[in-house]
């Protein structure tokens, strides 16, 4: 009965490699998200969706191209990947924009290494 | 912009001991929301609390309870009765009600609780 799911928790991988994590939530949210967290703890956003809707895009490399194929689903790709992309990844959800100030529910993070 | 800051990165205390963890807040905002984030060893991300801008009452959760003084952009939070699950990383974070929901999150307190 998991509310959202990642996939894969780790990831360890070569530079310039292309990955993608998965992510998917059964609360029946329509707004997703994706987070990084550095190796300082810092967590900051990404990129939402809202009903398969990119609505934020904080200006993150091209590298990165998020995908949402319906509402309950929102994947991250990334091309070429560098050292620096080293990080805890975080998806989360929330219901609806505009409805003000919902609480966001967390995945468990996936873990990239970057060899 | 908001920003969100957290100026005390490690704290500890006894166990069974009352704990303050301090955040502060710029934006211009006049609607908002405020939340607390608790992020243990697991890496999860779990929602302790959350408070609206526009309520006087300070919001209150079990043993936890936030102090919010919204004309000092001020939102600590008290853990009472500490107990040794509460050792994590604490993140106050900033949201915004409508159209571009995003959480902007402090730098995090590490709380260790001595037994």
């Known amino acids: 009965d998991t509310a959202v799911s990642q996939t894969p928790k780790y990831l360890v991988t070569q530079m310039g490699n292309d990955k993608s994590i998965k992510c998917e939530q059964n609360?029946?949210?329509?707004?997703m998200y994706w987070y990084k967290q550095d190796s300082k703890k810092f967590l900051k956003i990404m990129f939402s969706y809202n009903n398969k809707e990119l609505i934020i895009n904080e200006t993150v490399p091209n590298r990165f191209s998020p995908k949402s194929p319906d509402k309950a689903h929102l994947n991250l790709h990334i091309n070429s990947l560098e050292l620096g992309d080293s990080a805890v990844y975080f998806c989360a959800s929330s219901q609806g924009a505009g409805l003000g100030g919902q609480p966001q529910h967390f995945g468990d993070g996936t873990r990239l290494s970057i060899l | 912009a908001q920003t969100v800051t957290q100026s005390q990165p490690e704290m500890s205390v006894q166990e069974a001991e009352t704990v303050t963890l301090s955040c502060t807040y710029d934006?211009?905002?006049?609607?908002?929301?405020l939340f607390w984030y608790k992020q243990p060893p697991s890496r999860q991300m779990i929602l302790v609390i959350r408070q609206e801008a526009y309520k006087q009452q300070n919001a209150t959760e079990n043993r936890f309870s936030v102090n919010f003084q919204k004309a000092a952009k001020s939102f600590s939070l008290k853990i009472s009765d500490s107990q040794l699950g509460d050792t994590a990383m604490y993140f106050c974070?900033?949201?915004?009600?409508?159209?571009?929901?995003?959480?902007?999150f402090g730098t995090g307190t590490r709380l260790t609780i001595i037994p």
């Open positions: 974070a900033f949201g915004t009600p409508f159209g571009n929901e995003k959480l902007t």
């Open positions: 609360l029946g949210h329509d707004t």
């Open positions: 934006t211009s905002e006049s609607n908002y929301y």
